[in-house]
């Protein structure tokens, strides 16, 4: 129905309302006869307190427990008793006298009144199933009509009806089971009859029709029957119009409804019909969803999301760029944008609103790809309350967290928060089940990853194949100043919007000897001299401190807050252990009540044991902060640092890159990471730091150099970022073979001509000029695909000639490549790991997980740790008989150890890769055990943050290893083993806290908190009371309990929504069921 016709319905039922109205004010009472509650009328049972009860339900529902008749019976039985009523007939025989003297007068001028609503009802249209209102013709008594040859003629004939025809359409193949024949017969016949009134042939064939009504909804009997036959009119040879009596048309109407042969309607039409009228109603979704919704005042949004901005992020209004990047014209027409700002210039929030726009205005789902692990679970906790206030699903694609394929939700949208690696393998299962259209926003945030290694190619990937398959979805990227942002423009089809806003005045200064310059982009070398350090320094205080670090961060600490950044992770602890040393004592006195509150916080984290380093230097605010902390340490000093109760971070560059604290000051240690020299993208985002918005009204940057290094610090000030160039064929086409991979895989291009196509639209297809001479992308495809035959990877020929025609044969994956693009397995180790599993399956010793560790021990972090060899001898003999049964499987024997212990050369082969890894597989083995990070870092002699992440890593490439042996059928026997696996190393930690942990951002010290608390699963926390919270859990915040509590709500609708879409797709009819024919009934 198109909306002409639905705003034509719209009129017309409100006209049939009216005139139920006026019918009911005529009720009176009904003659006598004995009731039965259960055969109540409809308008009986609206007025005796239903009224909430929508019309067409109560019509349908009430009237389907009255009669117990099946299909195939007609519908007109129950009423042969209407002739044994005398009332009723003394009524049809009143409304037949007064019919006649009438006359030719129109039916409206007859006042005609049913005193039995029972039969006003059922004469009367239902209001929600009217066809065609804009077309109804009103066929009074005695009216003259012109025939087809010009002539009048008179149709004679009795008609009770409220306004004019209306036809019904079942809604459901039910309903038209229900019909009865007539009434189906009639309803086509009648629709034909509108048909062609619309195309001005009703006048001719009007003379045909029997002047009735008809106005029954399907599952209501129909008391008339109208017949097109033109005998029927019983039309007298003089002219004249002869009327039967209305009680004999009822009864001549009853009998031919019931002498009327029942036809089948046919299912599978039926069926055909309803997938089309769901194909347009998904193609006007469509439209609406291009278009968008205005839902409110702030940039479309309710205004309840302004609220919400200012109740979690403090944020009043926009910035002037952030209101002009949301106007856009690109925005609002929904194409690609980058936009390029400096750091802590708010790119995030307006990133958020225009995710907002695309859940809450075009129903759409959202990918939001941040950088790391912490970003991701910092953001999965601040849009929680978001997403539970607008009924959207916020779920966490980080680690070994998220499902592939994702689940399909038939009701609320979802908002995707993933790292580069997961949003890759989130976008390759959309693709592969056919959903990558429902995504309709991607968010990109640093876009300038793009040229930083491996992870860069992954994420040229996953645009690439998002341009490619989804021409809807639109992608938005955030960075800073780009070099070569045309490149990216025309790699995305994107536009560009650039700003130079700061919401604090950033300086800049360089710092060579005790001589500090200010960095002044209009002088010839860019440094122009500011003043000398005051700074009053003792001999040995020179020595220890030679860059004056304590004379710098004096300056502003403990008032404001202030960053050192630092070269080495050692060079991070021994800096907070020198400046503690020669500062006041005076800072012991500041905020000494919430420093031993944070002491013994990190004492419960490391059960009763703390870093000595910490120990000593957070009494005067000061700590370090670098990877070798664990996850709950970091966040700890992290908070403590927002909070002010910490004023100075000892940190490497990953703080830079990572969670946003800024400080007043930021000191740059020195102008190397490590053994390299700083990129200008590295100093620009480490400086970005200086300024707190809203708290400093400035911030300033300095970077302590060397008077050798003053040239080289000159050129990192002065000149550009760094360009962003494709890593697709970095590391040995590494990246480019996985693509190619997955590309044939996924079956988005199998034909060298169709990957050819796909890769002329990646960033290496843009700057292919640059990276190949003298070879076209042809050529450098063909050189790739050549390994993953080799490896038997993919099989068919790369390409052939034929008659001068270049003819390319379709290529396909065989079940090795599909495994493994399916795992996501590094081409480098596919071939290991299949030769690992095959090897397992031989001799697989099930009585520890020892085995089962070292199958899903990461290759990759195999070269980040040397065994030592005493060490790894110790831990052997501390092993009990099964578990060194292992060594031998994998092949590392006692007598091998012995000898590298003992410093002996080693007579015996044993594959040095081998041993390594089965090292670290043992300290996994041992943390799995002791799920104490603290006793096993220093048994094995690593720092606790090497130990989290290895476990991490493991437990990421576990889940990998089980989606391979999936596709496997030969693997069968793993897949169990693995998941549960999986699932032990992602937590290590007690089975009663993995459900307070599964809460994006709460680690084992808080989920332990929370249990000793009672808040025991997830429903506990979702259901909790954050100011209870507060005052319950120590060293909790207002704010972190708020996202506590909203990320186990999500977590918690997450769960719900799944089981409810499980249940539905189970009891779901489907619409391809095959349909019995009707001599296999009969049969039956």
């Known amino acids: 129905m198109d909306l002409d016709?639905?705003?034509?319905?719209?009129?017309?039922?409100?006209?049939?309302?009216?005139?139920?109205?006026?019918?009911?004010?005529?009720?009176?009472?009904?003659?006598?006869?004995?009731?039965?509650?259960?055969c109540m009328s409809v308008p009986e049972r609206i007025v005796k307190g239903e009224e909430e009860i929508h019309l067409e339900t109560s019509l349908n529902k009430d009237y389907m427990e009255q009669v117990d008749c099946d299909s195939q019976e007609d519908l007109f039985g129950d009423y042969d008793s209407f002739a044994d009523d005398s009332g009723f007939l003394a009524q049809l025989e009143d409304v037949g006298r007064s019919l006649a003297e009438s006359g030719k007068e129109d039916m409206k001028d007859a006042a005609v009144e049913f005193q039995d609503p029972n039969l006003l009802n059922y004469l009367q249209n239902d209001k929600d199933k009217v066809h065609n209102p804009s077309k109804n013709v009103i066929l009074t008594t005695g009216e003259a009509m012109k025939d087809s040859s010009g002539q009048k003629s008179n149709i004679a004939s009795e008609q009770i009806c409220t306004e004019g025809f209306s036809v019904m359409h079942p809604r459901s193949p039910d309903e038209t089971d229900e019909l009865p024949s007539s009434q189906l017969a009639l309803a086509e016949e009648v629709n034909s009859l509108l048909r062609k009134s619309e195309t001005k042939e009703f006048e001719s064939e009007a003379s045909q029709v029997l002047n009735t009504c008809v106005s029954d909804p399907p599952d209501i009997p129909s008391v008339l029957n109208l017949n097109l036959v033109q005998n029927h009119s019983r039309t007298t040879n003089s002219g004249t119009s002869k009327q039967m009596s209305l009680k004999d048309q009822m009864k001549n109407a009853m009998a031919g409804n019931a002498m009327v042969s029942t036809p089948r309607a046919s299912r599978s039409k039926q069926l055909k019909e309803i997938a089309l009228s769901e194909e347009i109603n998904v193609a006007l979704k469509t439209i609406e969803a291009t278009s968008g919704a205005d839902m409110g005042p702030f940039y479309g949004l309710p205004s309840k999301v302004k609220k919400l901005i200012f109740q979690f992020k403090g944020i009043k209004e926009l910035y002037k760029w952030q209101h002009a990047c949301l106007t856009l014209e690109s925005v609002r027409a929904r194409k690609n944008l980058i936009y390029s700002l400096p750091t802590s210039g708010g790119k995030t929030l307006v990133a958020e609103i225009l995710i907002m726009q695309e859940l809450l205005c075009r129903k759409n789902d959202a990918l939001f790809i941040l950088p790391y692990v912490a970003i991701v679970q910092e953001k999965v906790r601040g849009l929680s309350a978001f997403g539970i206030e607008f009924s959207f699903l916020v779920e966490e694609y980080a680690g070994s967290k998220g499902k592939f394929p994702p689940i399909k939700r038939r009701q609320k949208k979802s908002l995707y928060i993933?790292?580069?690696?997961?949003?890759?393998?989130?976008?390759?299962?959309?693709?592969?089940?056919?959903?990558?259209?429902?995504?309709?926003?991607?968010?990109?945030?640093?876009?300038h990853m793009l040229g930083e290694g491996s992870r860069g190619a992954i994420l040229e990937m996953t645009l690439s194949k998002i341009l490619f398959t989804s021409k809807t979805t639109q992608i938005i990227g955030m960075s800073a100043t780009l070099n070569n942002v045309s490149d990216l423009q025309h790699f995305l089809k994107a536009e560009h919007f650039a700003s130079n806003f700061r919401p604090v005045q950033l300086k800049e200064y360089v710092k060579i000897y005790d001589k500090i310059y200010e960095v002044d982009h209009k002088s010839e070398d860019y440094f122009t001299f500011s003043r000398v350090l005051s700074y009053k320094y003792s001999s040995n205080m020179e020595k220890i401190d030679p860059d004056h670090l304590i004379a710098l961060v004096t300056e502003v600490i403990p008032k404001y807050s202030c960053l050192v950044f630092c070269p080495t992770k050692k060079n991070c602890e021994n800096v907070s252990k020198m400046l503690c040393k020669y500062l006041n004592k005076s800072f012991l006195t500041i905020k000494e009540k919430e420093k031993c509150a944070l002491i013994q916080e990190l004492k419960n984290i490391g059960n009763g044991m703390v870093c000595p380093i910490l120990r000593d230097t957070v009494p005067f605010g000061l700590a370090y902060h670098h990877s070798g902390l664990t996850n709950d340490e970091r966040k700890l000093i992290e908070d403590a640092y927002t909070a002010g109760i910490l004023c100075l971070l000892a940190c490497t560059s990953t703080l830079a890159a990572g969670v946003n604290l800024p400080a007043r000051r930021v000191i740059l240690r020195s102008p190397y990471v490590a053994r390299d020299f700083l990129k200008t993208s590295q100093y620009k985002q480490m400086v970005g730091r200086a300024g707190r918005a809203g708290l400093d009204t400035e911030g300033e940057s300095i970077l302590i150099a060397q008077e050798k290094d003053k040239k080289l610090v000159s050129n990192l000030i002065s000149k550009p970022l760094e360009g962003c160039y494709s890593n697709l064929i970095h590391d040995n086409e590494k990246g480019i073979k996985d693509l190619l991979l997955s590309l044939i895989g996924l079956k988005v291009a199998q034909t060298l001509d169709q990957i050819v196509a796909f890769m002329a639209g990646t960033l290496l297809g843009v700057q292919q000029q640059q990276f190949f001479k003298g070879k076209s992308l042809l050529e450098v495809i063909e050189q790739a695909l050549e390994p993953l035959m080799e490896k038997g990877l993919i099989k068919g020929k790369i390409s052939s000639r034929s008659n001068e025609e270049e003819i390319y044969p379709k290529l396909e994956v065989t079940k090795l490549g599909h495994a493994t693009f399916k795992g996501s397995i590094d081409l480098a180790y596919c071939d290991t790991l299949n030769m690992d599993l095959k090897k397992g399956l031989e001799g697989l010793v099930l009585g520890n997980y020892l085995h089962l560790i070292y199958l899903v021990t990461p290759y990759d972090v195999v070269a980040q740790c040397t065994p030592d060899w005493m060490i790894y001898f110790r831990q052997f003999h501390q092993l009990d008989a099964i578990e060194q049964k292992v060594f031998a499987t994998v092949g590392v024997p006692e007598s091998f150890l012995t000898k590298k212990a003992s410093c002996q050369k080693v007579r015996k082969s044993v594959d040095s890769f081998v041993a390594?890894?089965?090292?670290?597989?043992?300290?996994?083995?041992?943390?799995?055990?002791?799920?104490?990070?603290?006793?096993?870092?220093q048994k094995f002699n690593v720092s606790r943050g090497f130990l989290q992440s290895l476990l991490s890593s493991a437990a990421t490439f576990s889940s990998n290893v089980q989606h391979f042996c999936e596709e496997l059928e030969e693997f069968w026997a793993y897949h169990a083993l693995f998941k549960d696996l999986t699932h032990k190393l992602s937590y290590c930690v007690k089975p009663e806290l993995v459900p307070l942990m599964e809460v994006s951002g709460v680690q084992e010290a808080r989920a332990l908190q929370l249990y000793k608390s009672g808040y025991k699963s997830l429903t506990y926390l979702a259901n909790a009371n954050p100011d209870v919270l507060v005052k319950t859990i120590e060293h909790m915040s207002k704010r972190q309990a708020n996202q506590i509590v909203s990320s186990a709500k999500m977590l918690l609708n997450e769960k719900a929504e799944a089981l409810q879409e499980e249940v539905e797709e189970l009891l779901r009819l489907p619409i391809d069921l095959p349909i019995q024919s009707e001599s296999n009934l009969t049969a039956c």
């Open 5 to 38: 016709q639905r705003q034509d319905a719209n009129q017309w039922v409100s006209k049939r309302k009216r005139a139920r109205e006026k019918t009911f004010s005529y009720k009176t009472p009904s003659p006598n006869k004995k009731k039965n509650t259960n």
């Open 418 to 447: 993933a790292t580069i690696e997961k949003a890759h393998s989130l976008v390759n299962a959309l693709i592969e089940t056919e959903r990558i259209t429902h995504l309709g926003l991607v968010v990109v945030d640093e876009l």
């Open 916 to 937: 390594a890894r089965f090292y670290l597989s043992l300290v996994l083995y041992s943390l799995y055990k002791e799920m104490n990070t603290w006793s096993v870092a």
